[in-house]
């Protein structure tokens, strides 16, 4: 009950009072690893990231409890929200040393961490150590990798890891097909998008509207009107109807290809709706 009472504390702001719950709550020396995990969540979530190391190096002589898993991965996750890359890996490193070892949702989320920031190529490492530490990656996981080699062009790393995927036995979802989809189409790799896209539905993934739209830009790019104009078409018929990217990028492709009538009438259309931006005009 500790942590739900000083959850209520932080949540009105007193600070002061949660804390000196916790310090009365450790001089009984009946706290848990469980428990102190709890409460360093309820520090950083709050963003309150000095509290929560407080709790994590606190010492616990009295009840000779050593920091369980869950503790760091509390403590890494918390580093992680404040961008402090370099504090959730050191952390990671001394668990060991501590007699702490890491589990699936340690490497999981610290690849995650590092994929979705600039650290892309340590998450790979990361993905590397963590398969021979006999732990199988989330599809989660390996997704955030494959998204961020996309995103940034390196289209060969990103393939790999999805080869990696497949042979790690984790099936690939719609999410990382449109990781890839959409990395290529922007890069103007057509072939290589269609390929995916034919990939994705023949693994029982039908497209949504933001893969559609990514398809959309690949036709754009080779200048295929009737492929666009056949998936536009298609969107039409989902709920919610085509996005203002997939309508910009149609109106975009008809007017690069001279098809003064469909432009217009594709302009008309989204003044009409009210959904016309800078980028339609």
Known sequence: SLP????????EGLNEMANALFEKGQLTGRLTSRSYAAIMDVYAEKGLLAEAEAVFFSKRDISGQKKEVLEYNVMIKAYGKARLYDKAFSLFKRMKNHGTWPDECTFNSLIQMF?????VDQARDLLADMREAGFKPSCLTFS??????????????????????????????EV????????FAEAGKFEEAVSHFHNM???????N??????MIKAFSKVGCAEGAKRLYEKMKNMEGGPDIVASNSMLN?????????????MFDHLKEKGWADGVTF
């Open 209 to 214: 509207q933001i893969i559609l739209t990514s």
């Open 4 to 11: 739900v009472v000083m959850k209520m504390y932080v949540d």
């Open 115 to 119: 994929a979705g920031s600039d650290l």
């Open 144 to 173: 955030s990798v494959i998204a961020n080699y996309a995103r940034i062009g390196r289209f060969s790393d990103a393939i790999s890891v999805f080869q990696e995927m497949s042979k790690a036995g984790v099936r690939p979802n």
């Open 176 to 183: 990382v097909y449109g990781s890839l989809i959409n990395g």
């Open 253 to 265: 492709l008809y007017a690069e290809l001279g098809m003064v009538s469909e432009a217009k009438l």
């Open 201 to 207: 539905e023949a693994s029982g993934f039908p497209a």
